[in-house]
Each structure stands twice: as C-alpha cells, then as structure tokens.
C-alpha cells in the first residue's frame, strides 16, 4: 500500500470521530451533559491517534520527502497543512483546558469545550479534504513508487514507536464503541 494510501485510510477513521464529536457537542451544546469517560476517550484519540501518530506521519515522513521531490514548504500546500496543524493542536488544548474546568465542577466550561470542538471540527473536515484532493495527488505525481513504499513502512516504524505495538487497533475498537454508542 502507498503512503498516501495509508494516510486516505486513517482520515476515514478520523472523520468517523469527528462524527462522533459532533453528537458529543450537539448533547454538551443543549444539555451541557457530557459523558466524561467516553470524552477523555475521545480527546486521547484525537491527541494520540490524529496527531501523534498520523500526523507525525504526514510532518516527520510525507512532508519532507514531498520537500525533498522540489515540492515548496513554504506557501503551498504543505505550509497551510502545517498551518492547518498548528491551529487543530490549539482547538485540542482548549477542549482538554475546558474539560479539565468542567470535571473541577465548572459548568459554565462546557460552552468552551463546545466551542472548540465545533472549531475543531469545521477544520478537519475542511482539512482533510485538501489532502485528500491536493496534497495527496500531489505527492503521488513527485514520490516515486519505491519511495511510497519505503515511506508506508516508515510509518509502520513511527506507529510503534510513538504509540506502541497493538495501539492501533485499540483505537479502532474504541472507534467502533463509541460509533454504537452515538451514530445509531
């Protein structure tokens, strides 16, 4: 399987929790009741999973390589993805910050982490569809088929030393519960 590949396959699950969180934020936003478990859940999906993991693969792997094929850092698509990255990682803390107020008895904190998971949200949808539909095909015409190849497992590397052997599936599993639980 091609990187880009690997990276296509990830955003479905990715785009799944963002589905999940837009249920969670529908509930918080008119009830302000929030499922505490299954949010530190989705938090350490979205910390671990989504960024540490694939997005340390398209930073420390896909980006430089695309670099490296003459593709610009600066301006083009890989500098907005980047961007994109930054401003995701800031929408993270502020639900992270929020909810810790929330769980300390703070009710009014619940419009925080509603607002960020909305913001969050708009961005990934918005964000993912750029890869897939530019960025992707883009590094599909500069990297050569030996060198998606060398980069898929690279990533493999990645996985595991970043989030461990098994962790993967553990965040499809829980993917999978929490889909049962909100998308019904």
């Known amino acids: 399987m091609k990187a880009t590949e690997v990276l296509k396959a990830e955003h479905e699950g990715i785009k799944l929790m963002l589905r999940i969180l837009d249920k969670v934020y529908d509930k918080l936003n008119s009830t302000k009741e929030l499922n505490r478990e299954n949010f530190i859940n989705i938090l350490e999906f979205l910390k671990v999973f989504a960024d540490k993991c694939h997005r340390g693969k398209e930073e420390d792997l896909l980006f430089p390589a695309m670099v490296e094929a003459g593709v610009s850092k600066e301006g083009g698509p890989i500098g907005v993805m980047l961007m994109e990255h930054s401003q995701g990682r800031e929408y993270i803390r502020g639900m992270s910050e929020a909810f810790e107020r ?3 008895g703070n009710r009014e904190a619940s419009a ?48 595991i030393e970043r989030i461990g052997a098994g962790r993967h599936e553990e965040f499809h599993t829980l993917l999978h519960r929490l889909k049962e639980t909100y998308l019904k």
């Not at 969050?120 to 918005?126: C, F, K, N, S, W």
């Not at 539909?133 to 690279?154: G, R, T, W």
């Open 102 to 104: 929330f769980k300390n």
């Open 112 to 159: 925080k982490i509603a607002e960020n998971a909305k913001n969050y949200i708009a961005l990934l949808t918005e964000h993912i569809d750029k890869e897939n539909n530019i960025l992707f095909p883009m590094a599909d015409k500069v990297l050569s088929e030996i060198k998606q190849n060398k980069l898929a497992d690279e990533f493999e590397k990645l996985e």
